[in-house]
């Protein structure tokens, strides 16, 4: 029967911080710092203290509201906007976010008129395009653009970076990665402006990091799944040395009976629209948890017991219990892929409790 309030997410920070402090060190060996990316977590000031005092001293988020979040619990960090500012928000990028990753001419002269307005200077790293096709400057716009960066006021260009694996699943290997670093010595050299980021991507860059026998000028990367959930992101092979479940689903029974696998009666759309298929099983247990679409990415989560989901709805998921015996109130586990991880920390709905011990 339930225990704690469900359905919640279980963290487990001993784990996490685990994750970090070896992360840290793997990275260090060869000159690359790491920023630890909070979006996973929705800016959990919890996590982020833990990153924190393992010693990343930079954290990282897509989210406005969860930088302001962490920085209003006072924690001692550098803030990094995980993309380009929405116009709409550049007051509030200038007030919670030290640096930002920025794409766009017209945003930064916005931010270099907000920061002057404020008496302060704000951090840029430019995002290079390299062939991901999500955000990025053009390489061969590249020195155009800084030219015009370096007349404004009130922003500081600190480094370039590049994004991959994350739209269109290209992979950092030997050729982009030497390319991003050739480009970083040329900006220096033309510019006479030493770049303190070069920021070669985020955890799928993992297998280039092992396999490379020179990372070049590459020294910054941004580090959100590796950390929690101890996987690369090329393959979500797991890490050696790192926990792959320091994260824990958990929901509650609403629902078990013995009914049919295969639903009976005429078959129209369901209520996202599709016309599901569903094997003839004959009679099953057929077990429902108070959760859905509306809660949790279901499709990311994976049962830790011997159980299978069939399908949810916005707010009820179903399963085939197999030989577990489920009865209302008993809690069901699952394991979470970065997508589902996502949704469940972003919900309101679901609970979070945190957990201390390996």
């Known amino acids: 029967m ?11 920070l001993a784990k996490i911080a685990h994750n970090a402090e070896v992360l840290i060190d793997l990275y260090g060996s060869k000159g690359i710092e790491i920023t630890g990316v909070t979006k996973g977590v929705c800016g959990s000031p919890e996590v982020a203290s833990v ?5 990343i001293h930079i954290l990282s988020d897509s989210k406005i509201e969860n930088i302001k979040k962490m920085r209003e619990a006072t924690l001692n960090a550098t803030f990094l906007l995980l993309r380009t500012p929405a116009l ?3 007051e509030s990028v200038i007030k919670y976010a030290d640096i930002s990753l920025n794409t766009e001419l017209s945003v930064i002269k916005r931010l270099s008129a907000a920061a002057e307005k404020n008496k302060t200077l704000h951090k840029i790293i430019l995002m290079v395009e390299m062939g991901d ?7 061969e716009n590249l020195e155009e653009f800084i030219e015009e960066v370096l007349k404004l006021a009130g922003v500081k260009m600190v480094g370039i970076g590049a994004n991959f694996a994350c739209f269109g699943g290209v992979k950092p290997n030997e050729e982009n990665m030497g390319k991003l670093s050739s480009l970083a010595i040329e900006i220096e050299e033309k ?3 030493p770049l303190t980021y070069v920021s070669g991507g985020n955890s799928a860059n993992y297998n280039w990091f092992l396999t490379t026998e020179s990372t070049g000028k590459i020294n910054h990367l941004r580090v959100g799944e590796s950390i929690l959930l101890g996987r690369e992101t090329l393959f979500r092979t797991a890490i050696p040395g790192l926990y792959t479940d320091a994260f824990s689903f958990i929901s509650e029974v609403i629902e078990s009976k013995i009914k049919p696998s295969v639903p009976y009666g005429e078959i129209a759309q369901n209520s996202f629209g599709t016309s599901p298929q569903f094997v003839d099983r004959g009679n099953i247990k057929r077990a429902i948890l108070g959760v859905g679409f509306q809660d949790v990415l279901v499709s990311g989560l994976t049962p830790i017991s011997e159980i299978e989901i069939i399908g949810s709805s916005s707010d009820h998921t179903v399963i085939d219990a197999k030989k577990i015996d489920l009865q209302v109130g008993d809690e069901v586990a699952f394991s979470l892929n970065y997508g589902s991880l996502l949704s469940v920390m972003t919900s309101p ?9 390996l």
């Open 51 to 55: 990153l924190i005092n393992k010693g």
């Open 133 to 139: 096709l999500r955000e990025g400057i053009m390489p």
């Open 2 to 12: 339930t225990h704690s309030l469900a359905p919640r997410i279980e963290i487990n």
């Open 88 to 90: 709409s928000e550049i």
């Open 349 to 357: 709905h679901i609970s979070k409790k945190y957990i201390d011990i």
């Open 191 to 193: 510019f006479s402006l």
